[in-house]
Each structure stands twice: as C-alpha cells, then as structure tokens.
C-alpha cells in the first residue's frame, strides 16, 4: 500500500520574485528560481514534495496558507515586508496548524527596527535569519526531520 504525502509548501510574499536584482548586497544574487530549484532538491533527497508560490499580495498569501492547511504537511514562510505588520497572516498560520518555519534572506535584527518585530515568528516553529538562499534548505531540512519524527 502507498500513501501519497501532502507537499511542503514554500511560500514567498513581495518583492521575492526581484530575488537576485533587487539590492544583492543584501538579499545576494541568487534568482528566486535557484531557491526553488535548490528546495525542490532538498526536499526530494527525503522523499518528499514542494509546492513553491511567490506573491506581492497579502490576501492571496493568506489563501495560501489556508490551502497548505488542508492540502500540505507543513510550512516554509518568507513573507518578506508583511513580517512586520501582517495581523492576518499571523491568523493564517495560527489557523493552518501545521509546523512552520520562518525565513529570511538577511539578519533581520541587523536592519532597521522596524524590521526586528515579526508577527510570523509567534507561530513559526523555527526562524531561519541570515543565512541567505541557504536558510530555504535549512528550512526544509528541519521540516523533514520534524515530519519524520
């Protein structure tokens, strides 16, 4: 008997999809591309499936996790800006009962204060900051050893 195993969702929220062109001294110049290609690989080598979305839109970030909630094992999350201000993606996960990890291409608690607030970390099991495209395989690396267990 097989059993199908629901995907690990990677979701991307603004200004993602510039990833590799929009202030590589900060964000570097890996595309958004390289990061699925790399995730997709990762979480292959365990046996498992992504679904990688990217959107400049909080709402439909939102529908996303709401998706993940019924259709996915877990989640990865870069909400980019809404981070720091997004109430209703904060709900979303809380709603979504799933594992999940934060990431962020840069040390956000380096950048500006605005930044240090995040209203994801509150339902994230893990935050990954700093780390770069890298912190997106680390993410997944927890995540399977997480549903593993």
């Not at 008997?1 to 969702?9: A, K, L, N, Q, W």
């Not at 990688?52 to 709401?66: A, C, K, M, P």
């Not at 950048?111 to 395989?137: K, M, N, W």
Request: glycine share 6%.
């Amino acid at each position: 008997m097989t059993t199908t195993r629901r995907p690990i969702y990677v979701l991307n929220g603004p200004n993602l999809n510039l990833l590799g062109t929009r202030r590589p001294e900060v964000y570097g110049t890996t595309t958004l591309a390289d990061v699925e290609e790399a995730v997709r690989a990762r979480a292959a080598a365990g046996g498992w499936e992504v679904e990688f979305r990217q959107t400049n839109h909080e709402g439909v970030l939102v529908d996303q996790i709401h998706e993940a909630r019924t259709a996915g094992a877990a989640i990865v999350i870069n909400p980019a800006a809404y981070t720091h201000t997004s109430i209703a993606i904060h709900d979303a996960l809380e709603a979504a009962e799933l594992p999940v990890v934060e990431v962020h291409l840069s040390n956000v608690h380096r950048r500006e204060p605005f930044r240090h607030t995040s209203y994801v970390s509150l339902q994230a099991d893990a935050v990954i900051a700093g780390a770069g495209a890298l912190g997106y395989e680390l993410a997944v690396e927890h995540l399977l050893r997480t549903l593993e267990s």
